[in-house]
């Protein structure tokens, strides 16, 4: 694996090479406007920045710098010579928000050339690419990776729910990448998104968690991140867990499949079933993805044991298998909880979605020990599958309006059945009734021809 951190570095990294390399590409870059990409000059410039580049990586294989207004820093220190033609560079790049450049070993020069004709072009032509780090990742360039800058906690305030989702799932997808090139995860942005979100869940718990349900297919794996981040920081307020270890909670959530990106793609998108050896790559992941989130300085503890523990589940199944006298900690039990949750009710490409009431009934009575009880038991409460007044849908086809029961027995709630005219048949208690055709089958739609007789019902 390669080194994550360049914690240290600024020590074993010849920041005189480095200033040179700077200097060669910020050349490159000027040049590129003047001349064009074919230009024979542009070739010698490209060769030269990626000579320079080259034997700075040899040394290290990883260099991260940071955008500061118009300087490039390593380690905080800005590099010991940023002469004019670098600050330039720091200052589009710092225009284009890129917060920090990384470079790896294996870099070319076309990638070199890639990164100097996007930081050529107006703004205007890439924010019809979706901007540069958009435009750099799609020609191609996997050796030079741009991040977006931090925004600051001052600009951040007034930002509606979708603004804190959307930030949560450019801030995951980042992660992700990094995590999947080796490169270091972008922690204070991730720190500023959960505390953002949290603060969110705090005043309206409503609006992201109905951003959480919208899904779609091909941001599967940051949508999931950030809503088992959303639900379980929610499931731990209901639960009484204090604020600061909420964000610790929600930070380890946020990375809890880490691990996936080291899943091959066509294991991950299969539709049908996987073979012994496609499910090895599958079991893997929560090691794979502790082992990168152990050697992070400055992330939760928490991290590593929930990425390790999501899937080692409360009865001694599910991977990977820990010691007979280790139980999962107790906030793995929970992210296990909303993990399980989420992924069923999400669309995938082997199923459909499952509603979230059929999603809970599956955990607590199809599975009953896999899951922490008494935290399962919490979850299924907190979610309370069928509010008094919810229309359902019987086995034997007949519907129902919950006129109560739903918190003592979450699935057999009691009911009134009623006609296609909205008259009353009289209630019936499915905890205690055992005719099979007595079984929820699904939420009804709201029938809006009944609609207006839920009311009288329930009164009555
Ligand atoms: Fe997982
Ligand atoms: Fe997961």
Redesign the pocket.
Known sequence: MMNNDNGSLKNTIDTVLLAEFLGKLAGCTRSMGLYGRSHPVMQEMTDAAHQALAQVLSVNPVVTLAVVDAYLTLDSFPIEENPESVSALAETLDGHGVGEIAFSAGVTEDEIADLAEALCMTREDLSTRGGIIADVKNRGVTHIQLRSGFTPAEAREGQGPADVYEEALLVVEEALEAVHTGLRIPLPEIRAVVEDSLKSLTSDETALLALAGIRSYDRYLSE??VN?CILSMVFARGLGIDQSIAVDLGISALL??VG?VFIPEDVATKPGKLSEEEWEHVRRHPSAGARVLASMPGLPSLAPTIALE??AYNDGTGYPSLVASRRPHMLSRL?AIV?TY??LTTDRPYRERWTGQQAVAWMLYEAPNRYDRQLMARFASTWDLYPIGSLVQLVNQQIGVVVGGSMKHPTKPTIKLISGSGQSKGAVNLHENADPGFEIKSLAQPVEALLPFTDRLLAA
Do not use: G
């Open positions: 999931h991140s088992v809890h499949d996936k999501h899937h992210v993990d989420d992924a």
